[in-house]
């Protein structure tokens, strides 16, 4: 049989022909000029960018098409752990819509933005209300920018006391995400590796012995990536404290405990908030996200310009006069569009269900494993925070199947795979460590059904493994070699610069 | 509770399945004395949650308090664009929820969609800029620079061991927004920065610029067009940094303007990093939008940012994944190159949706338009008595500065006309100074009301001369 | 395959092995070779660049993973295996201690090769980490 190729599965580039578009313009209402002789003076390109050239209707099925190819929440479970991936609620997106926020420009007079000053001026003192810190900037665009602007200003901080030049160490757990040393290092600190208990908890003797009066900092992540709550938080900012040290918290994993507990009360110095995690701002696909950060008073100065400031008389302004402020992290105020998105959420959440957020998110991470205990190894079997590190050490050691396997497998079901081989093989007893967070806003009916379908892919490991080695079977692809993307990576459409 | 489906039943199923009593006890590594109180009012000072309707009135009473550029005839960019976006473009990024309820494209079997999205997404930016490798985008075109700067420095420490390079030169009018943020970055990285004023034309002054590009300099940037919308002769920087073996770093603040200037590639430069929002992208009080980054192929293992090649499944279908994964932070860790996890998929396939809608012909036609209105807006408004261009002699793409007279906003405003932004704030001596800009939205009418407004505004000023 | 008995390993699956003429060659295990699987990316220092004991002197890269190289002695490179570089790993994989070494070193003290691992506490240390 003869493959047929629908126009649909090719590439924008490849279906282009000259002459077809999908959008015009008006006619033009001033003189026409010829670009040549109004640009004299400077070098004009060769020849125009070969953009395709398609029309509405291929555009529209296109894209509609790719569409299919995707899993996302709106149609799939999405477990994947340490991503928060909830539900994100269409009101959003439709208010957001609205030409008040579609056409609000950076460069407007602040008079015309007093609507935005207050919304962001809200925002952060909710964000500050859960941190129980008491300043808040919105503008880094990230977790990971979030991360860099708190250890901005902590260096800040340590530079005005005349510590700059001492204070040179991050300590950061071996379980952590590879973006704290990262962003560690970037900032100009040494990051020093500290290794977990076998709990996956902080090892507080070593902690002892790692904080010198070189430590600027530890970075830690609460609930940790293990999915568990560090026990020790109070007594961990205790030792930092004492030392003259600060204590961030990364609050990637704040979604479990919002309303619950408020990591200032712990001690903490700063910490950041993922929006697009905790505060259901769309993932979209990678980004964008928001990342801001709540600081204690002493570190307040230090934040990024502008400030939203209420003033006396009601009004609101943006206040640029900020000596000691780090400067700024990104344009303007950060993504706005997702801030405003969050916005809505919370208002919509209010005190109790933030609250309530936190609780059931938990909850349904303790009953995945409680319901698929003895089918998978748990390494850490206690309480778990908002997500459930299974790993794949029964499967592999019976059956040579790995965590990848197991993942791809679950894709035939229709379920999005959980975050596989992190945290890191050495800090979950060598194995293969798959990652588990049903988020709140999943019914007890699809929990049940993943269960169902765990179970069945651990029957199958069993029963007929090689089902499992070469899944998925159900998609547009099969197994992807991702080795050859990399040894010989092909990152453009040839025709693009035909 | 809002969009939470377990019913109190339930939970309690749920408790007995874990085998504990409460949700509490799941918190018991939290101190009891530090756990919230719901029943003290004073613990968790957060206002009642609203439903849809409710928070939709709240929404429209917030920005009853706002205006926004649709209010005016609008004449700012300085960054951010007024530019139309095509109702295709919500539709398919906004509406439909494939794209933005996913995740990043770590299973690339479940997300070809986005992959693929995001291949064209860089053959489009290679498109633009001729540079063959394009990244999957950044937070936006002021860390973009930065990231750029970042890179300098890593590609400087391999191809100058011994130098221990450390200066990055920012040459000429580079938007403030994106200076600052370079500082940032370079004040913890312990980068010095070293900036060159723009000559009396707005263009870089080539005399201070060979004076600067020392071989302590690692890298040097320019933007073009420039803050003051003056398109730079990036060719002359590219072959000033040569003899030094500087890294030459183009900044682009409007996309738009790629579709008729030299490519980054003619031009030769290493790298070239820009904002997108002008692609398809709205305003949102400057994001997100989104940063492109392209680079020649030699500094492909040095580039931050995710990337996506083309490969093949096990069948031999064609099939698209995140290629070169380990530069990224998540393998690297402390020796990452860049600290970046995520890109802004959904912006740039908004970039992508809005490149594609307009195509090859209809792209440049949008910027031929910007064009002509940008002539005529300059003629119009320095026909104005008391009113010319701050620069003369070099050549501007849909921006351009008036030197006029101090303090003439408010009264324009009034008119409904939100006139060039005053640059006061940008450097000495531009006091009366204002950064006009143009888009394919701007009318006729809207360009001839600004010079009715400014002629008004104007009467009883000092002549300019 | 047999893991030769002449060379010192590293915890960190790097191993040494002193010559006759009083260089050192280095390499790394079969173990890591298996362990990094599909591997895409080498970089090795330049013949003259010095070396430091315990401190990398290049990086190894699979797909996921990458995993820096460490000397087990100090001194400065003499010759650098061209054989095994990004396009081809053949060597490496079929010979890791023969025709795949990497670096081959005129060490500053060729006594620090000795406090390596000899090859039965290098096996003890991989059956340990098998559990």
Known sequence: MTVLANPAEKLLFEVSKPGRRCLRLPELDVPKVDVKVALRGAKLRAKPANLPEVGELDLVRHFKNLAQKNFSVDRNFYPLGSCTMKYNPKINVTLLSLPGFTKAHPHLPEADLQGHIELMVTLESWLSEISGLPAVTLQPAAGAQGEMTGLMVIKAYFESKGEGKTRTKVIIPDSAHGTNPATAALAGFVPLTLKSTADGSVDLAALKAAIGPDTAAMMITNPSTLGILEPNMVEIARLLHAAGAQLYMDGANMNAIQGMVRPGDYGVDVMHFNLHKTYSVPHGAGGPGAGPIAVASHLEPYLPTPRPVRNADGSYSLDSKRPDSIGKVRSFFGNYGALVMAYIYMSQLGREGVRRNGENAVLNANYLRAKLRGVYHIQNDKACAHEVVFTDKTQHEQYHISALDIAKRMIDYGIHPMTIYFPQPNVVGGHGAMMVEPTETESKETLDFFVEVMKQIAQECKDNPEIIRTAPHTTPVSRVDEKTATTNPQLYCPMCIA | MPFIQNTEADRAEMLKAIGVGSIEDLFKDIPANLRLKMSDPGMLKLPKGKGELEVTRHIQELLAKTKNAGDYAYFRGGGIYNHFVSTLIDHIALYDGSFITAYTPYQPECSQGTLTFIYEFQSSITALTGLEVANASMYDGASALAEAMMMGKHVSEDRHRKENRNTFVLAGAVNPEYMQVCKTYADVAGIKIAQVAPGADGRVDGNALAKALTRKVFAVAVQSPNYLGVIEDVEAVVAAAKENEILVVQAVGEALSLALLQSPAESGVDVCVGEGQSLGNHQFLGGPAFGFFASKKEWLRKMPGRIVSETKDKDGRRAFALALATREQHIRREKATSNICTNQSLCALRALIHLAAWGKQGFVELAEHSVAKTQYAIQKLTSVPGVKLAHTGAPVFNEFVIQAAPGLEKKLLKKKVAGGLPLDKYGKGRRGQYLVAITEVTTKADIDRYAEALAEAMKGKPVAV | ?131
């Open chain 3, 1 to 131: 395959m047999a893991r030769p008995d002449n060379v010192r390993y590293l915890e960190s699956h790097e191993w040494g092995r002193l010559e006759k003429d009083g260089t050192i060659v280095i390499g790394i295990t079969d173990f890591a070779v298996e362990q990094l699987n599909d591997l895409t990316f080498v970089d090795l220092p330049e013949k003259g660049d010095k070396v430091t004991k315990g401190s990398p002197f290049g990086e190894i890269e699979s797909v996921k993973a990458v995993s820096d190289l460490i000397s087990p002695v100090s001194g400065k490179v003499l010759a650098v295996n061209d054989t095994v570089s990004d396009d081809d790993f053949s060597a490496l994989k079929k010979d890791a201690f023969g025709n795949g070494w990497l670096i081959k070193i005129k060490p500053d003290n060729a006594k620090e090769l000795d406090a390596a691992k000899s090859k039965a506490d290098y096996e003890k240390q991989l059956a340990e980490e098998a559990h």
